[in-house]
């Protein structure tokens, strides 16, 4: 089954005097790109995290954001003296410094960073392991969206395709009676040329059959039909595939490209134009695939 790159997905994991909640978005992107944004203290959790999801996805932007909070009913809180006491002397001697007249109060204090704790964190395997089980949960949401919008992002990738084929075998039709069209227009080019005189028919049926090789696309028309086959088993096969289908559909309209710059007559002309205009559908859509 193919992934959308879009989607959303949230984990909650409740234990040990601590309630994780990671919620993860994704959009659309050519690389997989992991954002993390983690509370104060966790930094030296990133690492780890940043390869579960790696480890799980293939494509996208991913945002994850966690929220940490404490369960107890009444935790302890402390005050980091230490820490309070450095603060205090880096401000006094930088006020020395700079000839600042300036008292600091037990409210300023109060508002230093990091000088109130609560009371010991658990240790790193349990709050690792409450982590990774919440980001496990978040990304298990994520793909299952991602899994349901790829489903419909399959159905209409398949019936595009199916009208890739009609188109194709249109313009098979058409590319069959180019030779004679080519005759036609040739003879009456040369009538009117030589006004009722006689010229050498050997000589046009040579001119018909050089024209017409060169207006041939049979090769393309074969080529285009094994990129589409390929194309039809990629999503078939699922998985991460955008990169393939990406891939494909580039060189079906390479193919597509080709055909129109030897397309003779008004009619086949035509039907390549709707045959581009379904593959630039295709690709559009291709850019949300995982």
Request: hydrophobic share 40%; glycine share 6%; aromatic share 6%.
């Amino acid at each position: 089954m193919i992934r959308s790159m879009t989607g959303y997905g949230r984990g909650e994991v409740a234990r040990d005097g601590y309630k994780a909640t990671f919620e993860v978005t994704s959009v659309n992107s050519r690389h997989l790109e992991v954002s993390l944004r983690l509370p104060r203290g966790l930094l030296s959790y990133e690492s780890p995290l940043r390869k579960l999801a790696d480890s799980r996805l293939g494509r996208g932007k991913i945002f994850c954001q966690l929220t940490l909070e404490r369960t107890d009913a009444q935790p302890e809180v402390g005050f980091n003296a230490a820490l309070a006491g450095r603060y205090v002397a880096i401000l006094r001697g930088f006020a020395a410094e700079q000839k600042i007249a300036a008292e600091i109060s037990i409210s300023d204090v109060a508002r230093f960073p990091d000088v109130w704790t609560n009371e010991a964190p658990p240790s790193e395997d349990v709050l690792g392991g409450i982590l990774n089980e919440s980001l496990n949960a978040a990304l298990d949401g994520l793909i299952k969206a991602r899994e349901t919008e790829g489903a419909v992002l399959a159905a209409d990738l398949r019936k595009r395709l199916t009208l890739v084929d009609e188109t194709l075998s249109h313009i098979k039709e058409r590319a069959a009676e180019v030779p004679a069209h080519i005759r036609q227009k040739l003879t009456e080019r040369i009538e009117d040329l030589f006004s009722g005189a006689q010229f050498d028919p050997q000589r046009l049926a040579q001119e018909v059959a050089f024209m017409a090789d060169r207006a041939d696309v049979t090769e393309e028309c074969v080529r285009l039909d094994v990129h589409r086959e390929h194309f039809a088993g990629a999503l078939q096969a699922g998985d991460a595939v955008g990169r393939r289908l990406n891939f494909l559909v580039q060189e079906m309209n390479r193919e597509a490209n080709t055909i129109g710059s030897k397309s003779a007559t008004p009619e086949l002309s035509s039907r390549v134009v709707e045959l581009k205009e379904e593959l630039e559908r295709i690709r559009e859509q291709v850019q949300n695939v995982e």
